[in-house]
């Protein structure tokens, strides 16, 4: 994890209990958590500010800077803790951040993993061919039908996309696949 020097000065006023009271640090590690995990109730950091509000706002930034990025590079409280003492940043109010980290590591994850535009990946297929003698509109259909069910994961659930198709749709369907094959590994090899 590498944080901008900006971010490291303002997570320093952290420390300065002249700077940013016990009260009003409480306050603002428990809203940056809040709006962190996207909590519907999270309240307001303007509600908390003092004579300081410059200085509330910058911190409330850099400490949100320092959870989104822990949470992306998966540390826990020992490696935050010795990544926030390598900066040069300790004492008992950064033990207050890395336990509150903790606590919510997994909630700050999952917040993380829903932001994006990423698509489900199918990790399953199954199929199953059935044979359409008539149907409502015809006396005599006379072809096979597939029944084809995809499973796909996205952010650890489970979706299952199921669709009906001809022989000749399904060639279609395998041979855009295999198009989509070929120029993917067109890239790759480039």
Not at 138 to 148: A, F, K, R
Not at 176 to 188: F, Q, T
Request: net charge positive.
């Amino acid at each position: 994890m590498e944080l901008s020097k900006r971010t490291i000065k303002g997570l320093s006023y952290l420390q300065n209990v002249n700077v940013i009271s016990d009260e009003t640090f409480g306050k603002l590690v428990e809203i940056t958590i809040s709006h962190v995990c996207e909590k519907p109730d999270a309240i307001s950091v303007s509600q908390i500010y003092g004579s300081k509000p410059d200085i509330i706002k910058a911190v409330f930034a850099d400490l949100t800077i320092l959870l989104v990025e822990a949470g992306r590079h998966s540390y826990d409280k020992e490696k935050l803790s010795n990544y926030l003492q390598s900066v040069q940043i300790s004492g008992p109010r950064i033990d207050k951040i890395c336990e509150s980290y903790s606590k919510y590591r997994t909630t700050i994850k999952r917040c993380l993993e829903n932001i994006g535009t990423s698509l489900p990946h199918v990790v399953d297929v199954s199929w199953c061919l059935d044979y359409c003698i008539k149907s409502n509109t015809e006396n005599s259909v006379g072809m096979p039908l597939y029944h084809i069910r995809l499973s796909t994961i996205k952010q650890s659930e489970t979706i299952f996309l199921k669709f009906t198709c001809t022989t000749q749709q399904l060639q279609e369907l395998v041979y855009k696949l295999k198009d989509a094959v070929r120029h993917v590994e067109k890239i790759a090899n480039t």
